[in-house]
């Protein structure tokens, strides 16, 4: 079995650029020379992100097969652009690999990533490889474009606004943990928990519903759950400056996560909204916006479920109508403390 | 002494931030949303390109101080940008941090590349955080603008054209050598040799040089010599279709390398010529444009030296005039194999 440290690393890049499509007429200098370049589209603002992907922290290669490790390193970006209303356009790859690496491994993982960007027409234009001591690392910017006017910001919500969320919630972080304790056991999958592995492996972006919500001007502020639908409510309700009612029954709880976190003792709503990794899209709607925010339901791709409601006054409850009863919002994930 | 992991992670991005001035206009939306929005500069093209630091391959943090780690993660990008002949613009800032890194550290790093972003007015509008499980990691996302008609590229050069180099060769690889044996031997810094540490600590990517060879049309190729002096023929002749004739007593390499690689008992033009680190840039003539090159080498603010000619024979020779004698072109430095 070859590792990565027995080739050069033009050889390294010429078997990565081989899973790319060739560049469109837009990429003046592609993959090869000091640095990429590109024309910009017109009447559009540009749109840059990044995100870094750590082996250990954010990956666990006995569970989380090469091609969704590069599926993950994109969908978190592809995510952060479509939390902004944009359409993904360039990319560059930044990857640190451990001399250990199977060279086909790298070839899953770039090719998880190809796949991905291909389907959202998502160019890499160009990267950067080197070794890394320890970890595998990968490390991906995008710039996506939008017009001016049409901008997702996390301000913007208003008292009144209606909150909506895509999706289900807590389908990735009850699929890591199967996946944890599957292959503690020994298991290659977690039995009844297929679905729920399957969003931890391969997240699907909500590229084409966030640009929807940008064109019809249906969002008056957005972003994405990528650390929880409990920290989106947060972040977006403080950028905003307003406080959120969420209707904990109304949460749309993923089934196999609901399974999971019931069979532990934990609430499934609360453990739901403060696990990661789901790349869903929280966003607000003004009430008259409705006729709009329908034409983007019809056409988003996923189900868009109403949690709750935006207030003048600025604290964040979790309500439980059927109890009569409130909490303070969960905590969500934590990198660091 | 406090480290990061009794941080939140928007407390350190509060504690990043306050190193960089505020964004001036053309930065919609900065940093603190899912993705920074910047206006795209009429009439140029975008130069894209990222480089990834890991600690264990890129640095050492026992004779590399925090401000040389950003001062190095961002100079090796700003040289890309250079080699292009671009205008820096806009950077994203892609952090991993073990947990023990004392928050004094990560201060120093980001006051690093600050200071270094600051001179080149190169704006970092967003990034991102995460922890490392191991080594720390920095990865920078640059953008810049140049005219399309005047990129420089590594293609491009043709037999007859010259070959020119700005500052010295093999001061970074000295310094570094230099640094390891100083810090191995319990002295902070390598006496005698204090010109070359600085210039592997606090490289200056020539920014300035490239944007006047392109707006001058000064050069036929270029690209910069972060790999070695070496490499960066072997690139640009292979990129042009060309060979290269270098003469090896023309070389200028770096007065404190000289002495390090000659005490050691090296050739000091090969060591020099294969060391990484340098940040120069290597660029081709046509001997037409003697006239624009003067242009460009009263304001470049950096010596350039003529140091070979491209051929039609495909080709690289290192000649010693002096002996009547020639090798073939030492190796760059290899990342990987």
Chains 1, 2 share one sequence.
Not at 38 to 61: C, I, K, P, Q, S
Not at 163 to 187: N, W
Request: hydrophobic letters at 45%; glycine letters at 10%.
């Amino acid at each position: 079995m070859s590792t990565v440290a027995q080739f050069t690393e033009r050889e390294l890049v010429a078997r990565i650029q081989d899973h790319f499509p060739p560049p469109p007429d837009w990429v003046l200098v592609g993959i090869g020379d000091d640095a990429a370049v590109v024309e910009a589209e017109r009447n559009r603002v540009e749109v840059l992100t990044v995100d870094m992907l750590v082996e250990g922290v954010h990956f666990d290669r006995r569970f989380t097969p090469p091609a969704a490790i590069g599926h993950r390193a994109l969908a978190a970006n592809l995510s952060d652009v479509a939390a902004m209303g944009a359409e993904p356009r360039a990319g560059v790859l930044s990857l640190g690999l451990p001399a250990d690496l199977p060279a086909a491994d790298l070839d899953g993982i770039v090719s998880g990533l190809a796949s991905l960007a291909a389907r959202y027409r998502l160019h890499i234009v160009g990267g950067n490889l080197t070794r890394s001591p320890g970890p595998l690392i990968i490390d991906v910017t995008l710039t996506g474009t939008v017009k001016r006017r049409q901008v997702l910001r996390r301000r913007g919500a208003r008292p009144g606004d209606v909150l909506y969320v895509s999706g289900t919630a807590g389908g990735a972080a009850a699929g890591l943990e199967a996946l944890r304790d599957a292959a503690a056991a020994g298991h290659p999958d977690p039995s009844g928990f297929e679905d729920a592995a399957r969003l931890y492996r391969f997240p699907e972006p909500r590229v084409r519903l966030g640009q929807l919500l940008a064109r019809n001007r249906a969002a008056t502020a957005c972003m994405d759950s990528s650390d929880g639908l409990a920290d989106a409510i947060r972040q977006l309700a403080e950028a905003s400056g307003v406080g959120v009612e969420v209707d904990g029954e109304s949460v749309p709880v993923h089934s196999e996560a609901r399974a999971w976190f019931t069979a532990r003792g934990r609430d499934p709503v609360v453990a739901a909204m403060s696990g990661g990794d789901d790349y869903e899209l929280l966003f607000a709607v003004n009430p008259r916006a409705h006729g709009r925010l329908r034409t983007v339901a019809s056409h988003a791709g996923a189900p868009l479920t109403r949690i709750g409601v935006c207030t003048a006054e600025r604290t964040l409850a979790l309500r439980w109508p059927s109890l009569s009863s409130a909490d303070a919002l969960p905590p969500g994930y934590a990198h660091f403390r």
